[in-house]
């Protein structure tokens, strides 16, 4: 009888392997930066905490440091875009300019950048949304098919936003 066996995603081993490196969070981030750009591709890629509590939302990566400093925050106003990745865990896709300014009030910053379309990616733990992996590319780059493809790689950033900052 012949067994089949499935190859290791190499993309996803990498940022697996990442997590047990000393210099946390920064080798885990650049891996995930890394093998999501190879993966699905992005222009602009940050990862964002949540507080349910406040209500805001904390800038813990940035791929563009520039324009997009790590540190920053920002309050989520209630709406769709937060019922849906917020509250329910969903991933957001906009594929145009227009959809983006919908939604951002930061569209023209991410409009310079040649971005055009997002990806916001849920990290869930115990029914609740603690951060996001945010993709950003031009025009109609991303599809449902994204999303799944991004799922592996949000559930594996789930340790730097549980690990107390002194672990």
Same mark, same amino acid.
């Given at each position: 009888?012949?067994? %089949?066996r499935s190859k290791?995603d190499?993309?996803?081993?990498?940022?697996?392997?990442?997590?047990?490196?000393?210099?946390?969070?920064?080798?885990?981030?650049?891996a995930?930066d890394?093998?999501?750009k190879?993966?699905i591709?992005h222009?602009?890629? %940050?990862? #964002? %905490?949540?507080d349910?509590n406040s209500g805001?939302?904390?800038?813990i990566?940035?791929?563009l440091?520039g324009?997009?400093p790590? /540190?920053?925050?920002?309050?989520?106003?209630? /709406?769709?875009?937060?019922e849906?990745v917020?509250?329910?865990?969903e991933a957001y896709?906009g594929?145009t300019r227009?959809? #983006?300014?919908?939604?951002?009030s930061?569209h023209?910053?991410i409009a310079?950048?040649?971005c055009e379309?997002?990806?916001?990616?849920?990290?869930r733990?115990?029914?609740r949304?603690l951060g996001?992996?945010n993709?950003?590319?031009?025009?109609?780059?991303y /599809?449902e098919?994204?999303?799944a493809a991004?799922?592996?790689f949000a559930q594996l %950033?789930l340790?730097?936003l549980?690990?107390?900052a002194?672990?």
């Amino acid at each position: 009888m012949t067994r %089949t066996r499935s190859k290791a995603d190499p993309l996803l081993c990498a940022v697996a392997a990442a997590q047990g490196r000393a210099d946390q969070p920064d080798a885990l981030f650049a891996a995930l930066d890394q093998a999501v750009k190879s993966a699905i591709g992005h222009k602009l890629f %940050t990862i #964002l %905490t949540y507080d349910g509590n406040s209500g805001e939302a904390a800038r813990i990566y940035s791929n563009l440091p520039g324009p997009y400093p790590t /540190g920053g925050r920002k309050r989520l106003a209630p /709406g769709p875009w937060t019922e849906a990745v917020l509250d329910r865990g969903e991933a957001y896709i906009g594929r145009t300019r227009d959809d #983006l300014r919908s939604v951002f009030s930061d569209h023209e910053l991410i409009a310079s950048l040649g971005c055009e379309s997002v990806l916001n990616m849920p990290v869930r733990w115990r029914g609740r949304t603690l951060g996001s992996l945010n993709l950003l590319h031009e025009a109609r780059w991303y /599809g449902e098919d994204d999303v799944a493809a991004c799922l592996p790689f949000a559930q594996l %950033t789930l340790p730097a936003l549980l690990a107390p900052a002194d672990l």
